[in-house]
């Protein structure tokens, strides 16, 4: 059963059917998240919710690229708990267990098919990048996010933002100068093979 | 060097790394980067930075977000009722005070202002007319006393001879006690033909008893319209029940129980 017969199921109320779209999209929505907000548990609420949500608007999906529809309800999931807790005090970007102990590497972070060596490297790259992102607007990070770590299209991001093309490409710009700026501050965390021309020589 | 780079600049490099530039302008670019090296060195950084963002693992879900029926379940729509009990109630709270201060404003069906005029008037006239009356019929103070005795106002043991004339407070009591069967009292005529004295004393007597007659009657208004209900209490308790009826019933249709 392919994507669009799913979708059509899914809007006759077949549950099933929706679940299988869910599981197929469940990483990327939550990598979304997780990059909007930094916060493995508020990420994984703003999923479910969004899921959720994507469920009971299904009927308003006219169709198009689907991916693309489900992520402007991530986006707008995670910029509503970005508004609130703009409202609460903020939490560590380093993620941690049930017992509030600092996670030096995430489940969902580890590769069994990566060595310690490599996999710490890795995390040390994927948290230079989270802190990064942190220091874009919103706006800009959910663009830079979708493109460059989602792989979208520019003409699916600018579905799932709702804003033109034109909009799109000048924040992804302006987000990856931003980026790179901000990379060079954590040059010793990057591994070396990551790290910037200029700064390497 | 990024930084530096002109807006346009930059976002074209940015599209031209993506191949998202239309032809026209990528050939443009293409001839510029040729010549300028500033452009080119640009273009391999943020190629660079790219390729870091790309480099990222995506965050893999921790946990199934799969849904589960009682999940999407939906609430039970609010009862059409609900909005229309909740007015209801609001308009009938605020009609209550309205209705009320009418009321409390205009003195009806209000006991105490209206216990107070029957009680002040009789007290004016009987100063004025204490000193322009000399002497009344006994027949005027025994119906007035008959009134009052009748609407029960009085509740006086039965006068002596002795009290009367002694006190004017005591004379007061006496046809309403006295009287109390409604009836003439028997001792009256014998009082006033026998004994100058008192008869001398008596318009006295009399003047001073004479208000009783317009108290008396005014009372005798007064007591029946205690006993009538007043229009504006029917209202107040008709708009009471309703405001509180129809808010019990939007409370229930709130929670879901009807």
Redesign the interface.
């Known amino acids: 059963m392919d994507e669009a017969e799913l979708i059509r199921y899914a809007k006759d109320g077949d549950l099933e059917a929706f679940n299988r779209l869910v599981l197929a999209y469940q990483d990327m929505a939550f990598n979304l998240a997780y990059r909007m907000l930094s916060e493995a548990a508020a990420a994984e609420d703003v999923t479910q919710e969004a899921f959720l949500s994507a469920y009971r608007k299904l009927h308003t999906f006219r169709g198009g690229s689907f991916r693309a529809w489900l992520l402007r309800i991530v986006t707008n999931a995670s910029y509503d708990e970005l508004r609130r807790k703009g409202r609460r005090p903020t939490t560590a970007l380093t993620p941690t267990d049930d017992e509030g102990e600092e996670v030096e590497t995430p489940a969902w972070l580890a590769d069994s098919s990566e060595n310690p060596e490599h996999i710490a490297e890795r995390v040390e790259l994927v948290e230079a990048i989270q802190r990064c992102l942190q220091r874009l607007t919103p706006d800009f990070r959910a663009v830079v996010v979708m493109v460059d770590i989602q792989g979208l299209e520019y003409a699916e991001v600018a579905a799932a933002i709702r804003k033109p093309l034109g909009t799109v490409k000048s924040r992804l710009a302006r987000a990856r100068a931003n980026m790179q700026d901000c990379l060079r501050g954590f040059k010793e965390l990057l591994p070396s093979e990551f790290r910037l021309k200029s700064e390497s020589v | ?3 530096k ?1 002109r ?1 346009r600049d ?2 074209a ?3 031209y790394l ?1 191949g ?1 530039l239309p032809p026209r302008q990528r050939a443009r670019l293409e001839a510029r980067l040729e010549s300028d090296p500033a452009l080119g060195s640009a273009l ?3 190629r ?20 589960r ?1 009682d ?2 379940a ?1 609430p039970a729509p609010a009862s059409r009722l609900y909005p229309v009990m909740r007015y209801a109630s609001a308009i009938a709270t605020v009609l209550l005070v309205v209705v009320f201060i009418g009321d409390v404003l205009s003195g009806v069906g209000f006991p105490g202002a209206m216990a107070l005029n029957a009680e002040s008037q009789p007290a004016l006239e009987m100063a004025v007319e204490a000193e322009g009356e000399a002497e009344l019929p006994q027949t005027a103070l025994a119906e007035g006393a008959d009134v009052a005795a009748d609407e029960g106002m009085v509740e006086a043991p039965a006068p002596s001879e002795k009290n009367v004339g002694a006190t004017p407070m005591a004379f007061e009591a006496e046809p309403e006690g006295g009287y109390g069967g409604g009836g003439p009292s028997p001792t009256q005529p014998t009082l006033a033909a026998e004994d100058a004295t008192e008869e001398a004393a008596l318009p006295t007597l009399q003047a001073r008893e004479v208000p009783l007659t317009p108290a008396a009657e005014s009372l005798s208004e007064a007591a029946p319209a205690d006993n009538e209900v007043s229009p504006f209490r029917i209202i107040e308790g008709l708009l009471g029940l309703t405001a509180l009826l129809t808010g019990f019933m939007a409370l229930l249709l709130r929670r879901g129980d009807l």
């Open positions: 060097m990024v930084n780079l807006r930059l976002e490099l940015s599209a993506d998202e391999e950084e943020l660079h930075t790219r390729a870091v963002l790309r480099s990222a693992l995506v965050a893999r879900a921790p946990r199934n977000f799969t849904l029926a999940q999407v939906q």
